[in-house]
């Protein structure tokens, strides 16, 4: 069996922002050699997502509306986790579009559903973080 392991590092100017990462991800792919297999690909930080879904600006204006209808971010004094730091939203916004996802490896290739592309949610940024693909197979 193969495995390949690498971390993708990601500083983005803007509190919140949606970076479509599939390209990036196609290219551990095919570092890695394996034809049949999964990849694994995680937010290494509990402010960060990495979720599924389509590369349409709407939707994202849509995620970011509803996920400050759910936990926003101000006032900051709404929640408990607030003080020493600033981000409780930035904590739920990341437990709501999950940590990481899981895609099959076919023939050499993301075995994708139409239109799924893979996005690295950022809802805390201005600081580095890093995304962790993993890849094992044959
Ligand atoms: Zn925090």
Not at 26 to 43: F, P, W
């Amino acid at each position: 069996m193969k495995s390949y392991r690498k971390e993708l590092q990601f500083n983005l100017p803007s509190r919140r922002a949606y970076v479509n990462i599939t390209q990036q991800v196609e290219k551990c792919l095919a570092e890695s050699g394996v034809q049949e297999g999964l990849v694994l690909v995680n937010a290494m930080n509990i402010t960060a997502s990495v979720f599924i879904n389509d590369d349409e600006s709407g939707l994202h204006r849509d995620f970011e509306r509803w996920l400050e209808k759910l936990a926003p971010e101000k006032p900051y004094s709404q929640y408990d986790h607030n003080g020493y730091e600033d981000n409780a939203d930035a904590h739920l916004k990341r437990s709501i579009m999950g940590r990481e996802v899981v895609v099959a490896i076919t023939d050499g290739r993301l075995d994708f559903g139409t239109w799924e592309q893979i996005f690295y949610g950022e809802f805390d940024g201005k600081r580095t973080k890093r995304v962790l693909v993993k890849i094992i197979g044959e």
